[in-house]
């Protein structure tokens, strides 16, 4: 888990095609890898990758083609500025929200307007997930969490502060710019536990979540 919060812009300096999935070799610039070991995650862009080789100056990733089909990683170049933040520890301070690295989809930059010292960026997600972004709520762009802050149909805002803008590769967005879009994990299970096909079978076996378990347990008053 991560907390969308960047914590170095690092990049891309070789890509490998490895029987039609790809090889990453990242040069992290100032991200701290004395902690990191072999198997560890590292978001990158907000995708969540495993530490395959410590390079002395980064870090080598396969990248699988479930996540090249459902994220922007496959058409970056040798050079391409990159988002990262090592995976959430125990004492970590959770100042963004819950992510997961897990990428839903590509999303696109329509606009970018100009908002005091901040900047206004417009998205447009796929129409299959913009169910899940909701005014006021959490969405994490390329590895950065954000608060929504409009909505109209498939587009949102995002309201850019010039610090997030500084630390992220979000300075060099221009319309037209895609990113990867990971909605809030809450919103997708949701839906799940809403799913009417799946009423009969739960109805048939009830949960032992009740009402009276939770005010047994101090959860209700």
């Keep these: 888990m991560f907390t969308g919060i960047i ?5 891309l300096q070789k890509v490998e095609s490895r029987s039609g999935d790809l090889r990453l070799t990242v040069n992290t610039g100032q991200l701290d890898l004395s902690d990191v070991k072999l198997g560890d995650s590292i978001a990158t862009n907000g995708v969540c990758l495993t530490v395959v080789e410590l390079t002395g100056q980064g870090y080598v990733a396969d990248v699988s083609l479930e996540t090249l089909e459902y994220s922007t990683l496959s058409g970056l170049a040798v050079g391409s500025a990159l988002n990262l933040e090592k995976a ?3 004492s970590s301070r959770l100042g963004g929200h ?12 329509v606009s970018i307007e100009p908002s005091g010292r901040s900047t206004v960026y417009w998205v447009e997600a796929p129409a299959s997930l913009a169910r899940y972004i909701a005014h006021k709520g959490s969405v994490t762009i390329d590895g950065v ?11 949102f805002a995002l309201n850019i502060v010039p610090h997030t803008q500084q ?14 879009l990971e909605v809030d994990v809450l919103a997708r299970y949701l839906e799940r536990l ?12 009830p949960s032992s979540l009740t009402a009276g378990f939770l005010a047994e347990h101090g959860f209700m008053k």
Excluded: F
Aim: charged share 25%; with cysteine; glycine share 14%.
């Design 145 to 155: 969490s954000l608060t929504v802050n409009k909505v109209d149909g498939c587009r």
């Design 98 to 109: 819950l992510v997961s690295g897990h990428v839903d989809g590509v999303g696109k930059i």
């Design 88 to 90: 959430l520890t125990p």
């Design 167 to 180: 630390g992220t590769i979000i300075t060099g967005y221009r319309a037209g710019t895609e990113i990867n």
């Design 194 to 205: 809403m799913d009417p096909s799946l009423r009969e079978e739960s109805e048939s076996a």
């Design 7 to 11: 914590e170095a812009v690092g990049s």
